[in-house]
Every structure is written in C-alpha cells, then in structure tokens.
Nanobody
Framework: QVQLVESGGGLVQAGGSLRLSCDAS????????MAWFRQAPGKEREFVSA????????YYADSVKGRFTISRDNIQNTVDLQMNSLKLEDTATYYC???????????????????WGQGTQVTVSS
C-alpha cells in the first residue's frame, strides 16, 4: 500500500518556474520507477517525465525537454519535477505515478504505472 501526494503547484507567469514534489507514504519507492504525467481540461493524460529506480536514466517528453528536470531523493522518498521557462501550454493538473515492479526501467505510458497521486494544479498565465 502506498499513497502519493503531489504539492508545489500554483499560478505562475509564463517564463517563470515551479518545483513540484511527490511525497510517498506506506512504503519506500527507492526501488521503483517514478513518473510525472499531466492532463489539461478536455485533453488526454500525457507523459511528462520519468526516472528509473536507480536515478541515472531520465526521460522527457519532447515538449518539456530542456525545460523540466526530474529528480529523486531516495532517503526522503520523494520525486521532484523542476519546471523552468514555463509556457501557457504547460497549464494542467500534474500527477505523480509509481511503477510497482522493483528494479525496473521507467515506462513512458500511463498504463505502466499502478499508483497515482491526486494531482496538483499548475496554471501558467501570460
């Protein structure tokens, strides 16, 4: 049993930055791949970024590559998403997700993750 809670969302002007955090409780996730997805109103959930359990390999959607950085702190059992140079198109609810298979590479699709947080809203204004 694991609970994921996202935080750090808010309202920011275009070009600004936000740092999202995902806190896990119930069990340690240091051996699990983690990811961030986002969903805007009326749109399907899309992949944003993922990180392998070891933390060496990271993956990014083309739309955020060079602007977003995913990282993890296995001691604190958290996964962060640093978002820089935010654009209006980044406005969405951002979800943290965990893959249950230990020692696995990070899937890049939502069906590769079993545990999800409730989401945190990110709104980018002009």
């Amino acid at each position: 049993q694991v609970q994921l809670v996202e935080s750090g969302g808010g309202l920011v002007q275009a070009g600004g930055s936000l740092r999202l955090s995902c806190d896990a409780s119930g069990r340690a996730l240091n051996m699990n791949a983690m990811a961030w997805f986002r969903q805007a109103p009326g749109k399907e959930r899309e992949f944003v970024s993922a990180i392998d359990w070891i933390g060496t390999n990271t993956y990014y959607a083309d739309s955020v590559k060079g602007r977003f950085t995913i990282s993890r702190d296995n001691i604190q059992n958290t996964v962060d998403l640093q978002m820089n140079s935010l654009k209006l198109e980044d406005t969405a609810t951002y979800y943290c997700a965990a893959n249950r298979a230990p020692f696995s590479r990070a899937p890049l699709t939502s069906n590769g993750y079993e545990d999800w947080g409730q989401g945190t809203q990110v709104t980018v204004s002009s």
